[in-house]
């Protein structure tokens, strides 16, 4: 029958992946903010995900729309969308991954820290709903600013007596996905193999790439990783200034996200030695906060790993962005306390 062939095709189809049916676990992802702009096509993109069996939807309004055009995807996930403070528990429940694009994005002009007033509050009452109904949930804040909405986020953990920082991390990929990008195209190598850590902060001067370690290495002058590292640190500057007040990175981060996403959902799975740049609780400096390579595991953070050797250039940088990034840092704290 029709039925029976349907199901033998997407046996198969999950067969051809190299998973069996039984090895891949089932797995709940919530996108908070999910009609927005990184929201929506970040929903599509996690609807592709095979790793997602459970996709719930929220936002304040314009979910059931999203919801329903993303569900027709044939794809492994059933797709619910959720909209208002009182379905928000709904979204919430049994979630093992939950993704944060909430709250409003840059205009020209803007620094990330013009956003805090909006989103402090947004990620505020998120992040207390979180606590009350999937406290074990992976984190991954994408909404700025990331430098204070982490710190935020914790301390509301703590009151709630839920923190486990091991469970929240603050997504700077987006970073690392356009220094990959950047590193490439000045060192004339296929974009596909590179790797480039970037470590500190997601804001301006707290971006720090870390091209010494750029692989494949190639012969880029010292000038061109001053330029390199500028460009990176205002690549979503760049990106808001192209889009003249219609806001900031969308498509670039719901893929970053994605990204950063499957990988807290291998690292769940058991997949061995999966690792990423993300802002999480560190001692990798004397900061509480920042951004370096970690491994992630079965309950999130495995290990936070260490910089590695840093160039002259980049030793500076870490030391120019250590005050800002601890501002942003206490900032937070102060607003999740007051
Ligand atoms: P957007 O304005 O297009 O979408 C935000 C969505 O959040 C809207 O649909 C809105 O209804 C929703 N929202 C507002 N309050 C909410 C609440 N209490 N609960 C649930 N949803 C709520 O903005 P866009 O472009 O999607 O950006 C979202 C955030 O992501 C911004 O803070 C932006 O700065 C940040 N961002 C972070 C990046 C990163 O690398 N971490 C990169 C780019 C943007």
New binding site residues.
């Given amino acids: 029958s029709a039925r029976t062939l349907a199901t033998t095709a997407s046996r198969s189809s999950i067969l051809r992946r190299g998973y069996s049916s039984e090895s891949v676990p089932d797995r709940k992802v919530a996108i ?2 999910a ?5 929506q096509p970040l929903s599509l993109l996690m609807k592709l995900n095979p790793l997602v069996s459970n996709l719930a939807l ?5 979910t059931p729309g999203v919801a329903a055009d993303v569900s027709h995807i044939n794809t492994r996930s059933e797709v619910t969308g959720y909209f208002g403070d009182d379905q928000l528990g709904k979204a919430l429940e049994g979630a093992d991954v939950v993704i944060i ?6 205009k020209p002009g803007m620094t ?1 820290d013009d ?1 805090f007033n909006i ?1 402090a509050g ?1 990620v505020k ?2 992040c207390e709903a979180i606590a009350k109904y999937c406290p074990h949930a992976l984190i991954n804040m ?3 600013p ?1 430098n204070s909405t982490v710190p935020i986020a914790a301390e509301v953990f703590k009151k709630a007596g839920t923190y486990d920082e091991k469970r929240l991390f ?3 990929t ?2 690392v996905v356009r220094a990959k990008t950047f590193y490439a195209g000045k060192a004339r190598v296929p974009v596909a193999g590179v790797n480039v850590p970037v470590v500190g902060g ?1 804001a301006g001067v707290t971006i720090l790439p870390l091209f010494s370690q750029a692989t494949p290495k190639a012969n880029v002058s010292e000038e061109e990783i001053v330029a390199l590292t500028k460009r990176t640190q205002d690549g ?1 500057t760049e990106v808001v200034e192209a889009k003249a007040g219609k ?4 498509l670039s ?1 719901a893929y ?1 996200g994605a990204l950063f996403a499957d990988a807290c959902l291998k690292g769940l799975n058991g997949v061995p030695d999966v690792v990423e740049c993300t802002f999480v609780q560190s001692n990798v400096t004397d900061l509480p906060f920042f951004a370096s390579k970690v491994r992630l595991g079965k309950n999130g953070v495995d290990e936070v790993l260490g910089l590695g050797p840093l160039s002259d250039f980049e030793k500076e940088g870490l030391e120019k962005l250590k005050p800002e990034l601890l501002s942003s840092i206490e900032k937070g704290i102060k607003f999740a306390n007051k």
């Fill in positions: 908070l903010g009609a927005g702009g990184i929201g929220y936002d304040i309004a314009n694009p909430a709250g409003v994005p840059r990330r956003l989103n947004i009452g998120l994408i909404s700025n990331v603050g997504v700077t987006l970073d997601h979503g806001g900031s990175a969308t981060m970053a």
